[in-house]
C-alpha cells in the first residue's frame, strides 16, 4: 500500500497534565512521525476546551517545526470566521518564511466554539457567511495578487503557502472544487457525507494555479496496540475523553457522570462520531486501514491516534507506520 499517511495532534490536556506537558509530547510526536515517514502533522484550532492545548494554532506550530527538520507542518485547521484573512496571512506568511516548504494552512468555516465563546472572540454568529470571500481574499495575500488594494501582507506576499479546505458537508466540498484546492474531510468525528462529499468534489473540481486534479485526505480515528484487548480499553478511554471534552465545558465530569452519558443519546452520537475508526493489533489496523482508503477514494489518510497514555499515542503511531508505510 503506497496511500500517504499524516497524523492530526488533538493536543490533548491529560487529567493531571498541563498545557506545557501536551506541548512536550506533541514535539515527541512530530520527531517520531518525521522519522517513521509520515507526510505531515496538522494541529486544529479549538477555543474553551480544557482538554486541547491547540488554541493558538499557529503558535503551536512555530514550537514544533523549530524542533523538527522535514515534516510538513500545518494547521487543521484554522476556524477563518474567528479571524481577519490579513492576520492569518501574515501568521502563515511568518511561519512559511521561517521553514520554507514545511508549512501547510487548512482552513474550517465552523467556529470551533460554542456562543459564548464565540462572543469572546469578538466574532459575529455571521462571520462564517463570508467563508468563500475571506478564502479568496487570504489566497490573495498569500499570493502575489491581493484583493484589497494598497493591502499586502508582510510576511505573506508571494510565499504561495498552500490551502487546504477543511469540511464534513457537500459545501466544503463544492468550495474546495471551485477553487481547485485540497479538500479534506473530517471523517474522524463528522462520517455522514463522507462518501457523498467525496465523489461530488472529484466531479465538480476545477484545476487551479495550486492544484492540477483533485486531491482528498480523509479523517481517521487509529487505535494500534500490541494486542486487541489493549487497543480496544485504549478506544473505550478515548471515547469517554471525548464524551467529557464535548458535555463537560467549565467543569469535571466524574467517571459514573461519563459512563451515563456514553450509554445515554447523546452518547450513541458520539459513537456514531467514532464511525471510522481502525483499533486493534498492527495487523488488524493495516486490513482496516487499506479498506477504507479504497473505499473513500482518498489520496492521503490522515489519522487521529486516540490512546489513554501519551506512551500509548506514540506506540499507536508507530504500529501504524510498521504496518501500512514500513511494512
Not at 179 to 202: C, K, M
Request: proline letters at 6%.
Amino acid at each position: 500500500m503506497t496511500i500517504p499517511l499524516s497524523i492530526l495532534d488533538l493536543a490533548p490536556i491529560r487529567k493531571g497534565e498541563s498545557a506545557s506537558d501536551s506541548f512536550d509530547a506533541s514535539v515527541v510526536l512530530a520527531r517520531r512521525a518525521e522519522e517513521l515517514g509520515y507526510r505531515r502533522v496538522w494541529y486544529a484550532e479549538h477555543h474553551n476546551m480544557a482538554s486541547i492545548a491547540s488554541s493558538a494554532t499557529s503558535v503551536l506550530i512555530a514550537h514544533v517545526a523549530a524542533l523538527t527538520g522535514s515534516i510538513r507542518l500545518g494547521a487543521g485547521g484554522i476556524m477563518l470566521p474567528n479571524h481577519s484573512p490579513l492576520v492569518i496571512a501574515e501568521q502563515f506568511g511568518t511561519l512559511e518564511s521561517m521553514h520554507p516548504g514545511r508549512i501547510d494552512l487548512g482552513l474550517g468555516r465552523a467556529p470551533g466554539s460554542d456562543q459564548k465563546t464565540t462572543f469572546a472572540l469578538r466574532r459575529s454568529p455571521q462571520a462564517a457567511d463570508r467563508f468563500p470571500e475571506d478564502v479568496i481574499e487570504l489566497q490573495g495575500y498569500l499570493s502575489s495578487q491581493t484583493r484589497v488594494p494598497g493591502v499586502e501582507a508582510t510576511p505573506g506576499k508571494a510565499t504561495f503557502v498552500p490551502l487546504y479546505i477543511l469540511g464534513s458537508s457537500l459545501f466544503g466540498a463544492a468550495l474546495a472544487a471551485a477553487l481547485g484546492l485540497p479538500y479534506a474531510f473530517a471523517s474522524h468525528f463528522a462520517p455522514a457525507s463522507l462518501e457523498e462529499a467525496v465523489a461530488s468534489y472529484r466531479t465538480s473540481f476545477r484545476p487551479s494555479q495550486q492544484l492540477e486534479r483533485p486531491y482528498v485526505i480523509a479523517g481517521l480515528n487509529v487505535v494500534a496496540a500490541e494486542t486487541a484487548a489493549k487497543a480496544e480499553a485504549d478506544f473505550l478511554a478515548a471515547r469517554r475523553h471525548r464524551v467529557a471534552a464535548l458535555f463537560g465545558r467549565g467543569r469535571t465530569l466524574s467517571d459514573p457522570e461519563i459512563d451515563a452519558l456514553l450509554a445515554s443519546h447523546a452518547g450513541r452520537h458520539v459513537e456514531e462520531m467514532a464511525r471510522y475508526s481502525a483499533v486493534g493489533t498492527p495487523e488488524m489496523v493495516r486490513e482496516y486501514v487499506e479498506a477504507f482508503a479504497a473505499h473513500v477514494d482518498a489520496d492521503e489518510l490522515i489519522s487521529v491516534h486516540h490512546s489513554s497514555t501519551p506512551e500509548a499515542r506514540l506506540r499507536s503511531v508507530e504500529l501504524l507506520a510498521e504496518a501500512v508505510i514500513r511494512p
